[in-house]
């Protein structure tokens, strides 16, 4: 099948996705500072929300470079991820208007580890699709990043009970690894 009723798709729900976490931020009826102090909670669980969801979208364009075509496999495993995706703008108002408690921040980490969890049965049909020999099969080697990320989430859920702050400035570790351009697509698209 053809790659680019995938991408098209998968494209306009990120977008969906970013612009409901937008339209999340209230508008405060009060022209002043102090109005706006009161949505800092609200902005910055929308900040690391959108730095997350930017980086599935920049993998997930780079990945689809990497590769020909898709099978029914790849759409499930697409549609697995962009449901956990799409969970982010609810955990991010719950945790923002709960002001980063515990259970929300918790819940937080639940949802992208499950989005980590998604991404890599993504890339993983990808590579069962195309072959060990491709070059999605050479860009997503070992996955060093993948496995860090799943098992950072964790730990940052369980600091959440602990000091919900903890938890959530585990969850930026894992933004700020991922931040930093990954080279492995781009590589394995040289060598293709």
């Not at 590769?67 to 108002?93: C, D, I, R």
């Not at 819940?107 to 991404?119: E, N, S, T």
Request: charged share 10%; aromatic share 14%.
């Amino acid at each position: 099948m053809n790659k680019g009723r995938l991408e098209a798709f998968s494209d306009g729900v990120i977008a969906i996705i970013i612009t409901i976490m937008v339209l999340e931020i209230k508008v405060p009826h009060s022209p002043d500072i102090a109005a706006l102090l009161t949505l800092a909670p609200v902005f910055l669980s929308y900040v690391l929300s959108f730095v997350f969801v930017g980086i599935y979208w920049n993998n997930h364009h780079h990945t689809m470079q990497a590769v020909s075509s898709v099978n029914g496999k790849v759409l499930w495993a697409n549609l697995h991820l962009l449901f956990w995706l799409s969970l982010l703008p609810f955990a991010a108002g719950w945790m923002g208007e709960n002001h980063f408690e515990s259970v929300p921040v918790a819940l937080y980490g639940f949802i992208l580890l499950m989005c980590g969890v998604a991404y890599t049965i993504f890339m993983f049909s990808l590579v069962r699709h195309h072959g060990q020999d491709s070059a999605i099969a050479r860009a997503f080697g070992s996955d060093r990043k993948g496995k860090i990320s799943v098992l950072l989430y964790p730990i940052g859920i369980a600091l959440s009970f602990v000091n919900p702050w903890l938890g959530f400035a585990t969850y930026l570790v894992v933004a700020a690894m991922w931040f930093i351009p990954d080279r492995r697509m781009e590589q394995a698209m040289a060598d293709k």
